[in-house]
């Protein structure tokens, strides 16, 4: 399980938060997975980062403003 909060500050900055949950039963060691996670989070990092540039005009061609695909509807 995981999850990351990005949060705006007041001078233009922002704060990105991940954080992750990994539990294999102790048969992978520790160092290994958190080789695996020091590894993958800069390149989340930047995925997030240029996602994040392109949202405003993504956004500006939706006809739905509140279009949120990420949201499933049940």
């Given at each position: 399980?995981?999850?990351?909060?990005?949060?705006?500050?007041?001078?233009?900055?922002?704060?990105?938060?991940?954080?992750?949950c990994a539990d294999p039963r102790g048969?992978?060691?520790?160092?290994?997975?958190?080789?695996?996670?020091?590894?993958?989070?800069?390149?989340?990092?930047?995925?997030?980062?240029?996602?994040?540039?392109?949202?405003?005009?993504?956004?500006?061609?939706?006809?739905?403003p509140n279009f949120k695909p990420w949201?499933?509807?049940?």
């Amino acid at each position: 399980m995981s999850g990351y909060h990005i949060e705006k500050l007041e001078d233009g900055g922002s704060v990105f938060t991940y954080l992750s949950c990994a539990d294999p039963r102790g048969w992978i060691p520790k160092w290994v997975i958190n080789s695996f996670y020091s590894s993958l989070a800069p390149g989340l990092i930047d995925k997030m980062y240029n996602a994040a540039k392109g949202y405003k005009e993504w956004k500006d061609k939706q006809e739905d403003p509140n279009f949120k695909p990420w949201l499933k509807s049940e």
